[in-house]
Protein backbone atom coordinates (compact mmCIF):
# COMPACT_ATOMS: atom_id res chain seq x y z
CA UNK A 1 0.00 0.00 0.00
CA UNK A 2 1.84 3.51 -1.02
CA UNK A 3 1.40 6.15 1.18
CA UNK A 4 -1.50 7.75 -0.97
CA UNK A 5 -3.47 4.83 -0.37
CA UNK A 6 -3.03 5.16 3.72
CA UNK A 7 -3.86 8.13 3.72
CA UNK A 8 -6.73 8.35 1.42
CA UNK A 9 -7.93 4.74 1.39
CA UNK A 10 -9.73 2.57 -1.00
CA UNK A 11 -13.39 2.38 0.18
CA UNK A 12 -16.01 4.54 0.78
CA UNK A 13 -19.07 4.46 4.16
CA UNK A 14 -16.63 5.01 6.79
CA UNK A 15 -14.11 1.90 5.75
CA UNK A 16 -11.59 4.05 4.19
CA UNK A 17 -11.72 7.61 2.50
CA UNK A 18 -10.56 10.45 2.86
CA UNK A 19 -12.21 11.04 6.12
CA UNK A 20 -11.40 7.28 7.40
CA UNK A 21 -10.20 7.65 11.57
CA UNK A 22 -12.61 9.99 12.42
CA UNK A 23 -15.28 9.47 14.61
CA UNK A 24 -18.30 12.03 15.05
CA UNK A 25 -20.43 11.86 17.57
CA UNK A 26 -24.15 13.65 16.66
CA UNK A 27 -26.66 14.98 18.45
CA UNK A 28 -28.35 17.36 15.78
CA UNK A 29 -32.08 17.51 14.14
CA UNK A 30 -33.16 19.15 10.63
CA UNK A 31 -30.93 20.23 8.21
CA UNK A 32 -27.66 21.89 9.36
CA UNK A 33 -26.43 19.64 11.61
CA UNK A 34 -27.60 16.64 9.96
CA UNK A 35 -26.83 17.08 6.37
CA UNK A 36 -22.72 18.36 7.80
CA UNK A 37 -22.40 15.12 9.24
CA UNK A 38 -23.79 12.94 6.55
CA UNK A 39 -21.52 15.01 3.85
CA UNK A 40 -18.35 14.00 6.55
CA UNK A 41 -20.06 9.91 6.68
CA UNK A 42 -19.90 10.27 2.88
CA UNK A 43 -16.67 11.05 3.26
CA UNK A 44 -15.40 8.16 5.13
CA UNK A 45 -16.01 9.53 8.61
CA UNK A 46 -17.59 7.23 11.21
CA UNK A 47 -20.58 9.44 12.17
CA UNK A 48 -22.99 8.38 15.47
CA UNK A 49 -26.06 9.76 15.63
CA UNK A 50 -27.87 9.85 18.94
CA UNK A 51 -31.92 10.25 18.82
CA UNK A 52 -33.86 10.47 22.43
CA UNK A 53 -35.85 7.23 23.36
CA UNK A 54 -38.73 7.68 20.43
CA UNK A 55 -36.72 9.02 18.04
CA UNK A 56 -36.38 13.11 17.98
CA UNK A 57 -38.92 14.84 15.76
CA UNK A 58 -36.99 14.77 12.36
CA UNK A 59 -37.49 11.00 12.74
CA UNK A 60 -40.96 11.21 11.32
CA UNK A 61 -40.91 14.18 9.00
CA UNK A 62 -42.46 14.50 5.66
CA UNK A 63 -42.50 13.10 3.03
CA UNK A 64 -42.98 9.52 4.64
CA UNK A 65 -43.09 6.44 3.11
CA UNK A 66 -45.70 3.91 2.58
CA UNK A 67 -44.07 2.11 5.99
CA UNK A 68 -44.20 5.35 7.90
CA UNK A 69 -40.89 6.19 8.14
CA UNK A 70 -39.28 9.55 7.27
CA UNK A 71 -37.50 9.49 3.82
CA UNK A 72 -36.07 13.24 5.01
CA UNK A 73 -34.42 11.42 7.74
CA UNK A 74 -33.36 8.52 5.52
CA UNK A 75 -32.12 11.01 3.29
CA UNK A 76 -29.87 12.85 5.53
CA UNK A 77 -28.84 10.08 7.80
CA UNK A 78 -27.36 8.06 5.03
CA UNK A 79 -24.07 6.06 6.33
CA UNK A 80 -24.18 6.81 10.41
CA UNK A 81 -24.62 4.78 12.79
CA UNK A 82 -27.76 5.28 14.80
CA UNK A 83 -28.17 4.83 18.66
CA UNK A 84 -30.70 5.61 21.09
CA UNK A 85 -30.65 7.00 24.74
CA UNK A 86 -32.33 8.56 27.13
CA UNK A 87 -30.71 12.29 27.22
CA UNK A 88 -32.73 13.25 29.73
CA UNK A 89 -31.84 10.66 32.61
CA UNK A 90 -28.59 10.93 34.23
CA UNK A 91 -27.58 7.74 33.19
CA UNK A 92 -28.43 8.49 29.44
CA UNK A 93 -26.17 11.71 29.77
CA UNK A 94 -23.19 10.04 31.50
CA UNK A 95 -23.49 7.51 27.92
CA UNK A 96 -23.32 10.62 25.97
CA UNK A 97 -20.82 11.83 27.66
CA UNK A 98 -18.73 8.79 27.49
CA UNK A 99 -19.10 8.65 24.06
CA UNK A 100 -18.36 12.09 23.13
CA UNK A 101 -14.97 11.92 25.34
CA UNK A 102 -14.14 8.43 24.35
CA UNK A 103 -10.40 8.09 23.58
CA UNK A 104 -8.79 7.73 20.02
CA UNK A 105 -6.74 10.25 18.20
CA UNK A 106 -9.38 10.87 15.62
CA UNK A 107 -12.40 10.81 18.51
CA UNK A 108 -13.53 13.89 20.44
CA UNK A 109 -15.36 15.26 18.13
CA UNK A 110 -19.16 16.39 19.01
CA UNK A 111 -21.60 18.24 16.70
CA UNK A 112 -24.56 19.30 17.96
CA UNK A 113 -27.11 22.47 17.98
CA UNK A 114 -28.98 21.52 21.28
CA UNK A 115 -29.56 24.58 23.44
CA UNK A 116 -30.04 25.13 27.10
CA UNK A 117 -28.12 22.06 28.12
CA UNK A 118 -25.91 23.00 30.70
CA UNK A 119 -24.61 19.38 30.72
CA UNK A 120 -23.69 19.19 26.58
CA UNK A 121 -21.56 22.98 27.67
CA UNK A 122 -17.99 22.67 25.62
CA UNK A 123 -16.61 23.60 29.38
CA UNK A 124 -18.62 20.65 30.90
CA UNK A 125 -17.71 18.37 28.31
CA UNK A 126 -13.78 19.36 27.86
CA UNK A 127 -13.68 18.59 31.90
CA UNK A 128 -14.06 14.75 30.32
CA UNK A 129 -11.86 15.27 27.37
CA UNK A 130 -9.64 18.74 27.33
CA UNK A 131 -8.93 18.31 23.28
CA UNK A 132 -12.35 17.97 22.73
CA UNK A 133 -13.76 19.40 19.34
CA UNK A 134 -17.20 20.95 19.64
CA UNK A 135 -19.23 22.48 16.82
CA UNK A 136 -22.51 23.92 18.10
CA UNK A 137 -25.03 25.58 15.46
CA UNK A 138 -27.18 28.24 16.58
CA UNK A 139 -30.13 29.86 15.62
CA UNK A 140 -28.51 33.55 16.11
CA UNK A 141 -25.44 34.63 17.23
CA UNK A 142 -27.02 35.84 20.12
CA UNK A 143 -28.93 32.75 21.31
CA UNK A 144 -32.15 33.42 20.52
CA UNK A 145 -33.77 30.43 18.13
CA UNK A 146 -34.12 30.45 14.41
CA UNK A 147 -34.63 28.67 11.29
CA UNK A 148 -34.03 28.76 8.03
CA UNK A 149 -37.45 30.32 7.09
CA UNK A 150 -37.83 33.09 9.90
CA UNK A 151 -33.75 34.12 8.87
CA UNK A 152 -34.59 34.27 5.23
CA UNK A 153 -37.86 36.18 5.36
CA UNK A 154 -35.25 39.02 7.49
CA UNK A 155 -32.75 39.29 5.00
CA UNK A 156 -35.73 40.82 2.32
CA UNK A 157 -35.35 37.60 -0.30
CA UNK A 158 -38.63 36.93 0.03
CA UNK A 159 -39.98 40.41 -1.07
CA UNK A 160 -37.55 40.22 -4.10
CA UNK A 161 -38.54 36.24 -5.54
CA UNK A 162 -41.76 36.38 -7.52
CA UNK A 163 -43.69 38.37 -10.20
CA UNK A 164 -43.05 41.95 -10.55
CA UNK A 165 -46.59 42.44 -9.86
CA UNK A 166 -47.12 40.34 -6.76
CA UNK A 167 -47.17 42.06 -3.81
CA UNK A 168 -47.02 39.05 -1.12
CA UNK A 169 -43.81 37.73 0.43
CA UNK A 170 -42.67 34.56 -1.90
CA UNK A 171 -40.60 32.18 -0.09
CA UNK A 172 -38.36 30.01 -1.10
CA UNK A 173 -39.05 26.10 -0.62
CA UNK A 174 -35.04 25.15 -0.79
CA UNK A 175 -33.96 25.70 2.60
CA UNK A 176 -30.95 27.19 1.62
CA UNK A 177 -29.29 28.79 5.08
CA UNK A 178 -29.89 25.51 6.28
CA UNK A 179 -27.90 23.69 3.84
CA UNK A 180 -24.88 25.86 4.11
CA UNK A 181 -24.63 26.29 7.64
CA UNK A 182 -24.58 22.27 7.80
CA UNK A 183 -21.62 22.75 5.17
CA UNK A 184 -19.96 25.73 7.45
CA UNK A 185 -20.50 23.03 9.98
CA UNK A 186 -18.33 20.30 8.31
CA UNK A 187 -15.65 22.72 7.49
CA UNK A 188 -15.59 23.43 11.45
CA UNK A 189 -14.73 20.22 12.38
CA UNK A 190 -12.24 19.98 9.64
CA UNK A 191 -10.58 23.03 10.51
CA UNK A 192 -10.78 22.11 14.20
CA UNK A 193 -9.30 18.88 13.93
CA UNK A 194 -6.45 20.17 12.12
CA UNK A 195 -5.46 22.51 14.54
CA UNK A 196 -5.71 19.84 17.10
CA UNK A 197 -3.33 17.78 14.97
CA UNK A 198 -0.86 20.30 15.17
CA UNK A 199 -1.40 21.88 18.62
CA UNK A 200 -3.15 18.92 20.74
CA UNK A 201 -5.68 21.68 21.46
CA UNK A 202 -9.32 21.29 21.07
CA UNK A 203 -11.89 23.86 20.72
CA UNK A 204 -15.21 25.28 20.74
CA UNK A 205 -16.49 26.32 16.87
CA UNK A 206 -19.90 28.35 16.79
CA UNK A 207 -21.74 28.57 13.70
CA UNK A 208 -25.29 30.86 13.43
CA UNK A 209 -27.74 29.96 11.02
CA UNK A 210 -28.44 34.10 10.93
CA UNK A 211 -24.34 34.61 10.40
CA UNK A 212 -24.62 32.27 7.77
CA UNK A 213 -26.94 34.38 5.88
CA UNK A 214 -25.92 37.58 6.47
CA UNK A 215 -22.56 36.59 5.38
CA UNK A 216 -23.93 35.66 2.52
CA UNK A 217 -25.79 38.18 1.14
CA UNK A 218 -23.21 40.28 2.25
CA UNK A 219 -20.52 38.60 -0.23
CA UNK A 220 -23.02 38.72 -2.81
CA UNK A 221 -23.06 42.27 -2.79
CA UNK A 222 -26.66 42.80 -0.87
CA UNK A 223 -25.34 44.50 1.74
CA UNK A 224 -23.28 47.01 -0.31
CA UNK A 225 -25.53 47.94 -2.99
CA UNK A 226 -28.03 49.39 -0.36
CA UNK A 227 -25.12 51.02 1.44
CA UNK A 228 -22.64 51.78 -1.60
CA UNK A 229 -25.80 52.59 -3.78
CA UNK A 230 -28.40 53.78 -1.60
CA UNK A 231 -30.60 51.26 -3.05
CA UNK A 232 -31.84 47.31 -2.99
CA UNK A 233 -32.77 45.06 -5.45
CA UNK A 234 -35.96 44.85 -6.99
CA UNK A 235 -38.94 42.12 -7.67
CA UNK A 236 -38.43 41.74 -11.27
CA UNK A 237 -39.64 37.83 -11.82
CA UNK A 238 -37.70 35.79 -13.55
CA UNK A 239 -35.27 38.23 -14.88
CA UNK A 240 -32.03 37.68 -14.45
CA UNK A 241 -30.18 40.54 -12.41
CA UNK A 242 -27.08 42.15 -13.73
CA UNK A 243 -27.53 40.09 -16.94
CA UNK A 244 -30.17 38.88 -19.65
CA UNK A 245 -32.11 35.80 -18.95
CA UNK A 246 -35.74 35.14 -18.73
CA UNK A 247 -38.24 32.34 -19.26
CA UNK A 248 -39.98 32.02 -22.37
CA UNK A 249 -43.22 30.03 -23.41
CA UNK A 250 -42.68 27.41 -26.22
CA UNK A 251 -45.60 27.14 -28.99
CA UNK A 252 -46.43 23.99 -26.96
CA UNK A 253 -47.32 25.72 -23.80
CA UNK A 254 -43.72 24.56 -22.07
CA UNK A 255 -41.05 27.00 -20.75
CA UNK A 256 -37.63 27.53 -21.02
CA UNK A 257 -34.94 29.54 -19.09
CA UNK A 258 -32.09 31.44 -21.29
CA UNK A 259 -28.94 32.92 -19.87
CA UNK A 260 -26.92 35.13 -21.61
CA UNK A 261 -23.80 35.99 -19.06
CA UNK A 262 -21.30 36.38 -21.92
CA UNK A 263 -21.05 38.33 -25.08
CA UNK A 264 -20.37 35.04 -27.58
CA UNK A 265 -23.65 33.34 -25.49
CA UNK A 266 -25.53 36.72 -26.71
CA UNK A 267 -24.20 36.74 -30.04
CA UNK A 268 -25.28 33.14 -30.63
CA UNK A 269 -28.81 33.83 -29.31
CA UNK A 270 -29.19 36.99 -31.54
CA UNK A 271 -28.00 35.08 -34.51
CA UNK A 272 -30.45 31.70 -33.32
CA UNK A 273 -33.26 33.71 -33.40
CA UNK A 274 -32.84 35.82 -36.97
CA UNK A 275 -32.34 39.55 -34.81
CA UNK A 276 -29.08 40.09 -35.93
CA UNK A 277 -30.50 43.20 -37.51
CA UNK A 278 -32.75 43.97 -35.56
CA UNK A 279 -30.34 44.52 -32.49
CA UNK A 280 -27.88 46.37 -34.56
CA UNK A 281 -30.52 48.88 -35.48
CA UNK A 282 -32.03 49.20 -31.79
CA UNK A 283 -28.06 49.57 -30.65
CA UNK A 284 -27.61 52.35 -33.17
CA UNK A 285 -30.92 54.20 -32.02
CA UNK A 286 -30.45 54.05 -28.36
CA UNK A 287 -26.45 54.42 -28.97
CA UNK A 288 -25.74 51.67 -26.76
CA UNK A 289 -23.51 48.09 -27.07
CA UNK A 290 -26.00 45.06 -26.08
CA UNK A 291 -22.17 43.02 -25.87
CA UNK A 292 -22.06 44.64 -22.26
CA UNK A 293 -23.99 42.40 -19.86
CA UNK A 294 -25.02 45.41 -18.08
CA UNK A 295 -26.57 47.05 -20.76
CA UNK A 296 -28.34 43.74 -21.52
CA UNK A 297 -29.67 44.11 -18.55
CA UNK A 298 -30.90 47.90 -18.74
CA UNK A 299 -33.04 46.79 -21.94
CA UNK A 300 -34.38 43.32 -20.87
CA UNK A 301 -37.92 44.48 -21.31
CA UNK A 302 -36.89 45.38 -24.67
CA UNK A 303 -35.11 42.27 -25.60
CA UNK A 304 -37.46 39.83 -23.86
CA UNK A 305 -40.06 41.48 -26.31
CA UNK A 306 -38.12 40.85 -29.43
CA UNK A 307 -37.24 37.55 -28.63
CA UNK A 308 -40.51 36.31 -27.74
CA UNK A 309 -41.92 35.44 -30.82
CA UNK A 310 -39.33 33.15 -31.71
CA UNK A 311 -39.96 31.09 -28.77
CA UNK A 312 -43.85 31.24 -28.98
CA UNK A 313 -43.33 30.03 -32.93
CA UNK A 314 -41.91 26.55 -31.71
CA UNK A 315 -42.39 23.41 -30.17
CA UNK A 316 -39.95 22.63 -27.08
CA UNK A 317 -38.50 19.62 -29.38
CA UNK A 318 -37.45 22.69 -32.00
CA UNK A 319 -36.43 25.11 -29.17
CA UNK A 320 -34.12 22.42 -28.02
CA UNK A 321 -32.35 21.80 -31.30
CA UNK A 322 -31.94 25.16 -31.78
CA UNK A 323 -30.36 26.29 -28.81
CA UNK A 324 -28.24 22.88 -28.12
CA UNK A 325 -26.32 23.56 -31.74
CA UNK A 326 -26.32 27.25 -31.42
CA UNK A 327 -24.43 26.36 -27.71
CA UNK A 328 -27.15 28.81 -25.72
CA UNK A 329 -27.17 28.28 -21.80
CA UNK A 330 -30.72 27.27 -21.18
CA UNK A 331 -32.67 25.06 -19.13
CA UNK A 332 -36.28 23.49 -19.32
CA UNK A 333 -38.34 24.10 -16.64
CA UNK A 334 -39.37 20.88 -15.26
CA UNK A 335 -41.74 19.57 -11.93
CA UNK A 336 -39.83 17.50 -9.33
CA UNK A 337 -41.55 14.43 -10.90
CA UNK A 338 -39.98 15.35 -14.07
CA UNK A 339 -37.03 16.16 -12.51
CA UNK A 340 -37.15 12.41 -11.11
CA UNK A 341 -38.64 10.08 -14.11
CA UNK A 342 -37.74 11.47 -17.24
CA UNK A 343 -34.97 9.86 -18.69
CA UNK A 344 -32.85 12.62 -20.16
CA UNK A 345 -33.22 14.56 -16.64
CA UNK A 346 -30.33 16.32 -14.75
CA UNK A 347 -30.81 13.48 -12.32
CA UNK A 348 -30.54 11.00 -14.88
CA UNK A 349 -27.53 12.48 -16.42
CA UNK A 350 -25.65 13.18 -13.28
CA UNK A 351 -22.89 10.34 -12.37
CA UNK A 352 -24.09 10.89 -8.59
CA UNK A 353 -26.79 8.67 -8.49
CA UNK A 354 -26.65 4.83 -7.32
CA UNK A 355 -29.19 2.23 -6.39
CA UNK A 356 -29.24 1.13 -2.92
CA UNK A 357 -31.48 -0.98 -1.06
CA UNK A 358 -32.82 1.09 2.14
CA UNK A 359 -33.85 -1.83 4.71
CA UNK A 360 -36.86 -1.20 5.55
CA UNK A 361 -38.27 0.77 2.55
CA UNK A 362 -36.34 -1.12 -0.84
CA UNK A 363 -34.51 0.27 -3.42
CA UNK A 364 -34.00 3.44 -5.04
CA UNK A 365 -31.38 6.02 -6.02
CA UNK A 366 -29.50 7.78 -3.97
CA UNK A 367 -26.36 10.27 -4.40
CA UNK A 368 -22.55 9.43 -3.86
CA UNK A 369 -20.37 12.14 -2.30
CA UNK A 370 -20.42 16.01 -4.83
CA UNK A 371 -16.40 15.24 -4.15
CA UNK A 372 -14.85 13.17 -6.42
CA UNK A 373 -11.76 12.34 -5.67
CA UNK A 374 -9.21 10.84 -8.43
CA UNK A 375 -7.32 8.67 -5.43
CA UNK A 376 -10.43 7.15 -4.04
CA UNK A 377 -12.96 4.72 -5.03
CA UNK A 378 -16.06 5.93 -2.89
CA UNK A 379 -17.80 2.66 -3.42
CA UNK A 380 -21.57 2.31 -2.92
CA UNK A 381 -23.52 4.54 -0.99
CA UNK A 382 -24.25 3.44 2.69
CA UNK A 383 -27.95 3.63 3.73
CA UNK A 384 -29.30 4.74 6.58
CA UNK A 385 -30.31 2.66 9.59
CA UNK A 386 -33.01 0.31 9.17
CA UNK A 387 -34.55 1.13 12.61
CA UNK A 388 -33.60 4.41 14.24
CA UNK A 389 -31.38 3.22 17.50
CA UNK A 390 -30.27 -0.40 16.03
CA UNK A 391 -26.71 0.46 16.89
CA UNK A 392 -27.12 1.10 20.09
CA UNK A 393 -25.45 -2.11 21.67
CA UNK A 394 -22.86 -2.35 19.05
CA UNK A 395 -21.58 1.05 19.68
CA UNK A 396 -21.87 1.14 23.51
CA UNK A 397 -20.10 -2.63 23.22
CA UNK A 398 -17.74 -1.18 21.09
CA UNK A 399 -16.74 2.64 22.25
CA UNK A 400 -17.59 2.17 26.20
CA UNK A 401 -16.69 -1.67 26.66
CA UNK A 402 -20.31 -2.14 28.17
CA UNK A 403 -21.18 -6.22 28.78
CA UNK A 404 -24.30 -7.84 27.68
CA UNK A 405 -25.69 -7.82 31.13
CA UNK A 406 -25.51 -4.00 31.45
CA UNK A 407 -26.95 -3.20 27.87
CA UNK A 408 -29.52 -5.50 28.70
CA UNK A 409 -30.55 -3.77 32.04
CA UNK A 410 -29.82 0.08 30.78
CA UNK A 411 -32.84 -1.38 28.03
CA UNK A 412 -35.15 -2.43 31.13
CA UNK A 413 -34.71 0.59 32.50
CA UNK A 414 -35.25 2.74 29.70
CA UNK A 415 -32.03 4.20 29.72
CA UNK A 416 -31.12 2.97 25.50
CA UNK A 417 -33.62 1.98 23.68
CA UNK A 418 -33.08 0.60 19.79
CA UNK A 419 -33.50 -3.47 19.36
CA UNK A 420 -31.37 -5.39 20.83
CA UNK A 421 -27.69 -6.99 19.20
Not at 179 to 186: D, F, I, K, V
Not at 400 to 412: N, V
Amino acid sequence: MTQADEVVGTSGNGMGGPLSGLRIIDLSTYVAGPSGTMTLAQLGADVIRIDPIGGATDTRRLPLAPSGRSLYWLGLNKGKKSIVIDTASPEGRELVTALVAAPGPGSGIFVTNAVGQKWLAYDELRKHRPDLIQVHIGGRSGGKPAVDYTVNCEVGLPLVTGPEDFERPVNHVLPAWDLLTGLHAAIGVLAAERVRQATGQGQLVSVALADVAVAAMAHLGFVADVLVNGRGRLREGNYLYGSFGYDFATGDGQHVMIVALTERHWRNLVELTGLTDAIVALEEALKVDLDAEEVRYQYREVLAALLRPWFEQRTLEEVTVGLDTSKVLWGPYRTIEQFVTAPDSLLHESKLMVDIDQPGIGAYPVPRPVLDFSGWDDGPPAPAAEIVGEDTDDVLRALLGLDDATLLDLRRRSVIGGTPA
